[in-house]
């Protein structure tokens, strides 16, 4: 409890110091809200008065207060290009990433962790070269170029799934995992080789210790061995990086959703990007940022269930 209660201030702490950063940089760019709202043509006396009216001649830190203490209140303002509370626009958009990041880290942990056992356990062989080069492949090659692929070969030439758009689960479950295996791919693709090789050098480690040997001198099977009890041993640092990269893939999702015109936290962050909504970025960076934090947070705590060594002072 104590550890938790460290690691929740700690948490708190960077939020604070991410929502000054964001704030400070969105607020130094050319340009403000009026003038987005009102367009370059309005006359400076509309300008003077609807910033007056939004607050933006009071201080830095008197916005930044009122900023952070909507968000407190669930409020993070109205977006500029589209006319609604981000509130809603952010819990719409966070269920269809949230949906991509699943999957992604789902067919990268299902593909990563075989291909990292069987290549521990054939080291220096032909099935190790292979299980390294598809890692080597995956690392290699951008998000960007693997959708690409996918568009063209999965999509256009095989006709197998959408190649853009997203459907609700509300509306039609099957369709929305259609729209999302593609997306899901291209992130999960490049997860998978860095817990490919994850996987491999903590199985090489562990296989190598003495308690492998005692469990091989008492004659169990070898699948027993490498999957009851190096895997178990050797699982940890694995969950580490795929938690990491949990909070990551919300970061670099931005260019696979442009790129699928699939419309989730990436495509709005994007969205506000592209057209100067300064209320919508900071709250996209900061909702990202949140995600990664608690995500980190949550892989810690389940140390102790994967491992029962693992102790927290």
Not at 161 to 188: C, E, K, N, T
Not at 226 to 249: D, E, F, M, S, W
Request: aromatic share 10%.
């Amino acid at each position: 409890m104590r550890y938790l209660l460290n690691r929740l201030a700690l948490l708190l702490l960077t939020l604070l110091l991410i929502s000054i950063a964001t704030f400070i940089l969105t607020n130094i760019l050319p340009g403000d809200v009026a003038t987005m709202i009102l367009g370059t043509r309005s006359s400076p006396e509309k300008l003077a008065a609807l910033q007056n009216v939004l607050g933006l001649n009071d201080p830095l830190v008197v916005q930044y207060w009122r900023w952070i203490w909507g968000i407190l209140q669930g409020d993070f303002g109205v977006s500029l290009r589209f006319k609604v509370p981000i509130t809603t626009l952010i819990g719409q958009k966070i269920l269809a990433s949230g949906m991509v990041v699943a999957l992604s880290l789902m067919i990268a942990i299902v593909l990563a962790i075989p291909l990292g056992i069987i290549g521990a356990v054939k080291q220096n062989r032909w099935q190790d070269t292979l299980s390294s080069g598809i890692a080597l492949t995956g690392i290699s090659l951008p998000d960007f170029f693997w959708g690409i692929l996918l568009i063209l070969v999965v999509s256009r030439g095989l006709g197998w799934l959408p190649s853009s758009g997203y459907v609700s689960p509300a509306v039609d479950f099957w369709a929305a995992i259609q729209h999302s295996i593609l997306p899901a791919i291209a992130l999960g693709f490049g997860l998978m080789a860095q817990l490919t090789r994850m996987t491999r050098s903590a199985m090489l480690e562990v296989i190598s210790q003495d308690f492998i040997r005692v469990c091989r001198a008492k004659g169990l099977a070898e699948g027993n061995v490498i999957l009851k009890h190096a895997l178990r041993n050797a699982i940890a640092p694995v969950v580490t990086v795929a938690g990491l990269q949990l909070g990551y893939l919300f970061g670099s999702i931005i260019v696979v959703e442009t790129l699928f015109n699939y419309t989730g936290m990436g495509w709005l962050t994007y969205q506000g990007l592209i057209n100067r909504d300064i209320p919508l970025i900071q709250a996209t960076i900061f909702v990202i940022a949140t995600v990664f934090m608690f995500s980190n947070l949550i892989v810690d705590m389940i140390y102790t269930a994967l491992d029962p060594r693992i102790t927290f002072d």
